[in-house]
């Protein structure tokens, strides 16, 4: 009872101080703002066959790529 009770106090009181704190100070710590994703440049590249596929036409679908170096 007294490991619930504990648990509840923990999680009230990160509910309530986030209020009493109010906003961080972003400019303070030097935080810039998020920017959001750019779409990825068009590109065409073979598959195992020799194919060459297009990025474009794999819109909607998953795409993992690998790229590696040899120095």
């Known amino acids: 009872m007294r490991r619930l009770l504990a ?3 923990m999680a009230i009181a990160l509910w309530v101080a986030p209020a009493a704190w109010g906003r961080p100070d972003f ?3 030097e935080v810039s703002p998020y920017d959001p994703p750019k779409p990825a440049p068009a590109f ?3 598959d195992l ?5 297009r990025l474009g036409e794999l819109r909607g679908k998953v795409v993992m790529l690998f790229f590696w170096a040899t120095w």
């Open 49 to 53: 066959n020799g194919k060459m596929v």
């Open 27 to 29: 400019a303070g710590m």
């Open 44 to 46: 065409a590249l073979p």
């Open 7 to 9: 648990t509840f106090g």
